[in-house]
């Protein structure tokens, strides 16, 4: 079984800008969770989406935001994107809203100058 | 909100037994984690404790006391390959049945010859 892909792998963008991340969860999960990982921060929820519907979110501001098609693949989006938005975004999915584990994907680095 | 702390750094011999600890602060507590990231990598699930007491898997096992807010993660016979970042997390449920999960700075282990 194919584990979670993350598209693109590697991303640079200006300040400014704007920027969708892709991913696609292991066959038959319905549950993905975004993840934003610093050095400074460490790991960090930013949301999370089952059956098309975000059941949670983090601390973050509105500038992050994103869906869940109905196949279960996740997208997020980034507007108007900071110096400090450079991180790796990970991207994790489960089978089920009440699963305990979660597979990651290998993530995506972002880096805006 | 959550609070989680674990040592930043651990060195040890290969072939000895490292213990990591973990203290969380929390409401809602529905889990603890445990999960290892390689350099570069993104994290691998190693253990979930709900309960509390031990759970053992091969070399790695895994405690909770769920009225200390305590965690801690056994590695024995260690090995190179060992040395990693090993992150603590803790899930929580936060409105409903929706959950999140919440990640500490990470350990950094290093396995010495």
């Known amino acids: 079984k194919a584990g979670v892909t993350q598209t693109p792998r590697y991303l640079i963008k200006t300040r400014g800008q704007q920027v969708t991340l892709s991913c696609s969860p292991i066959?038959?999960?319905?549950?993905v969770s975004w993840y934003q990982q610093t050095p400074g921060q460490g790991l960090q929820f930013l949301f999370e989406?089952?059956?098309?519907?975000?059941?949670n979110k983090g601390n973050f501001p509105g500038r992050f935001s994103g869906r869940q098609f109905s196949n279960s693949r996740s997208e997020m989006n980034v507007s108007t994107l900071e110096l400090g938005d450079s991180a790796l975004y990970l991207c994790?999915?489960?089978?089920?809203?009440?699963?305990?584990?979660?597979?990651f994907g290998p993530g995506t680095r972002l880096t805006v100058t | 909100g959550q609070n989680i702390d674990q040592p930043t750094e651990m060195t040890a011999t290969e072939g000895a037994i490292v213990q990591i600890n973990c203290t969380y602060q929390?409401?809602?507590?529905?889990?603890l984690f445990w999960y290892q990231q390689h350099a570069g990598e993104a994290p691998t699930f190693l253990s979930y404790?709900?309960?509390?007491g031990l759970e053992e898997k091969g070399r790695f096992s895994s405690f909770l006391s769920r009225s200390k807010g305590y965690s801690y993660l056994l590695l024995k016979e260690l090995q190179m390959k060992d040395s990693a970042s090993y992150l603590c997390?803790?899930?929580?449920?936060?409105?409903?049945?929706?959950?999140?999960?919440?990640f500490g700075s990470g350990t950094q282990l290093t396995v010495l010859p």
């Open positions: 994790a999915s489960a089978p089920g809203s009440t699963s305990y584990e979660q597979y």
């Open positions: 066959s038959g999960h319905r549950s």
């Open positions: 989406y089952f059956s098309e519907t975000q059941r």
């Open positions: 929390t409401s809602g507590f529905n889990g």
């Open positions: 404790n709900v309960l509390d």
């Open positions: 997390a803790v899930r929580a449920e936060t409105s409903g049945s929706a959950r999140q999960l919440t």
